[in-house]
């Protein structure tokens, strides 16, 4: 795992939000649900989505909600990173569920916010909702999927 020097030094952009363990990701925007999707032999057929009026976001109960977090990332080659939700919103009964960065990554992050309490839940853009966690890889490829530069 990379400390605060190096990754000072890989992502310069996330400066201000580095951790003596990993970099601070801040909300953008939250998205809800609006059709059905699909994984079928691979071929992904995403739900439509629909941005929810912010900056002030209320996080229905029992709900879950898609969010974009506020800048690109690009994730260099030779390095992963793994996404942990920030203890304030595990404390609230608020989950942040993600997937593995890999090397080579480039672009807007899209993580599940779940409230699993039973009173709603008030979030705000700019709010730090998960931390990014940076590890090496030693002879890795480089990511090329679908989601890459969205």
């Known amino acids: 795992m990379?400390?605060?020097?190096?990754?000072i030094k890989l992502f310069p952009d996330f400066a201000e939000l580095i951790q003596p363990s990993?970099?601070?990701?801040a909300l953008e925007e939250v998205f809800i649900q609006k059709s059905s999707g699909s994984l079928i032999d691979n071929?992904?057929?995403l739900p439509n989505i629909e941005s929810l009026d912010g900056p002030i976001y209320t996080l229905k109960s029992k709900t879950a909600y898609l969010a974009t977090i506020d800048r690109k990332i690009k994730i260099p080659k030779g390095y992963a990173m793994l996404y942990k939700p920030r203890s304030t919103?595990?404390?609230s009964f608020v989950s942040v569920q993600t997937a593995v960065g890999d090397p080579g990554f480039i672009g807007t992050l899209m993580f599940l916010?779940?409230?699993h309490g039973d009173y709603d839940y008030?979030?705000?853009?700019?709010d730090r909702i998960a931390?990014?966690?940076?590890?090496?890889?030693k002879g890795s490829?480089?990511?090329s999927g679908s989601y890459q530069e969205k």
Not at 131 to 137: C, L, R, T
Request: charged letters at 35%; glycine letters at 14%.
């Open 2 to 7: 990379l400390g605060e020097k190096e990754l």
């Open 22 to 25: 990993g970099i601070d990701l």
């Open 43 to 45: 071929e992904k057929n």
């Open 89 to 91: 919103l595990l404390r």
């Open 113 to 115: 916010i779940y409230n």
């Open 122 to 126: 008030k979030i705000k853009k700019g």
């Open 131 to 137: 931390q990014g966690v940076v590890f090496e890889v």
């Open 141 to 143: 490829g480089e990511y």
